[in-house]
């Protein structure tokens, strides 16, 4: 983003794409002006500066940018941010899903 003025429309059109409640958008300034939009653990990014394109963050911090472990780009790209939100929560569901399975592996080897 080049101005402030750009990100905030840029994230409140981001907004208007949702189809579910809550979400809030989040601006800053690093080398250039940025948004995003975030609900609870996840957060939803442009790939690119016109909006186009959308990639999404589960975290396990209820923060924006929180730095904790999250579920990133791995899932690839879309147009539709909603798309993009669902992929997130399904890569950690796989996730949790494999880890799970790593675990109780462990536990019967282990006793």
């Known amino acids: 983003m080049n101005t402030k003025q750009q990100a905030e ?4 059109a981001l907004l208007a794409k949702m189809k579910t409640k809550g979400w809030k958008s989040r601006v800053w300034e690093n080398l250039g002006w940025h948004y995003s939009i975030f609900n609870e653990h996840l957060e939803i990014y442009p790939v690119t500066c016109d909006g186009g394109e959308y990639h999404a963050m589960l975290a396990t911090c209820k923060s924006p940018a ?9 899932g690839g ?9 669902t992929a997130a929560v ?22």
């Open 66 to 74: 929180g730095g904790s472990p999250a579920f990133w780009h791995e």
């Open 90 to 111: 399904k890569r950690a569901r796989r996730f949790v899903n494999d880890v799970q399975e790593v675990v109780a592996t462990m536990e019967r080897i282990l006793g």
């Open 9 to 12: 429309k840029g994230a409140k």
């Open 77 to 85: 790209t879309f147009k539709d941010p909603n798309a993009a939100a």
